[in-house]
């Protein structure tokens, strides 16, 4: 009679152990599925970079002439994608684009390749007044020994402020970001420059002066960053 019972209880356990077991399948096959699946994304992830690195691989043996022609192709097709109002000047290799250095003020940037370089222009001022050229001179010197990327370039004869900056063709040739990279560093580092040019010419505030504010702009902002 006991073992009847004992009998008729497994039975009555059927079920329970059945679904059991089924639960047991799909957390295992779910577990393998998962697994694959992190097992195909570190393959293509992998690929992707392996494919990455042969590109550049590949990119860095071109001649100077060919690194120049890769650059150039990809300053196009940033301005055609990111909308950005500019006019392209094929032959002399190089491209104007308006944006707002100031508000309500926009002034037109220029990006060219050529001589193994990648070049980023503005002009900052174009007609200041001839009796402050040796305040120009000296903010322009207060601000190059700031400044860690591009040069700030006086040009008297002209009466023409000019803020430049050129980077090797090899930089964006490996790194095809550099050269959005290189247009917004610029771009932030001239209103800078926009900025304490106008302080001069337009408020007659002293270069040190200047400069000082402009650090402790500089300080301020990063302060709220961090």
């Known amino acids: 009679?006991?073992?009847?019972?004992?009998f008729s209880h497994f039975f009555s356990l059927l079920p329970a152990l059945y679904f059991l077991v089924v639960i047991y399948n799909k957390v295992n096959t779910m577990k393998l599925k998962e697994k694959l699946s992190n097992r195909k994304a570190r393959i293509k992830h992998a690929h992707r970079r392996f494919q990455h690195y042969l590109k550049r691989a590949v990119r860095i043996t071109y001649s100077i002439t060919k690194q120049e022609q890769y650059v150039w192709k990809e300053?196009?097709?940033?301005?055609?994608?990111?909308?950005?109002?500019?006019g392209?000047?094929?032959t002399e290799k190089y491209i104007e684009t308006k944006f707002e250095i100031s508000e309500n003020n926009l002034v037109n940037y220029c990006y060219s390749v050529y001589d193994?370089?990648?070049?980023c222009r503005v002009n900052i001022n174009e007609d200041y007044p001839v009796e402050l050229t040796t305040q120009i001179f000296i903010l322009a010197t207060h601000l190059n020994n700031l400044l860690t990327t591009g040069v700030v370039i006086?040009?008297?004869?002209?009466?023409v402020i000019e803020y430049y900056l050129k980077t090797e063709i090899l930089i964006p040739n490996l790194y095809p970001g550099e050269v959005q990279a290189l247009i917004i560093k610029h771009f932030n580092i001239s209103k800078d420059i926009y900025w304490a040019f106008n302080?001069?010419?337009?408020?007659?505030e002293e270069p040190a002066l200047i400069i000082a504010d402009l650090l402790k702009t500089?300080?301020?902002?990063?302060?709220q960053k961090s």
């Open 154 to 159: 006086v040009n008297a004869q002209k009466g």
């Open 75 to 86: 300053l196009k097709n940033l301005q055609r994608r990111a909308e950005w109002h500019h």
């Open 218 to 223: 500089r300080n301020e902002e990063g302060t």
């Open 1 to 6: 009679m006991s073992d009847q019972n004992d």
């Open 88 to 90: 392209v000047y094929e």
């Open 199 to 204: 302080q001069l010419i337009f408020h007659d």
């Open 116 to 119: 193994g370089f990648y070049h």
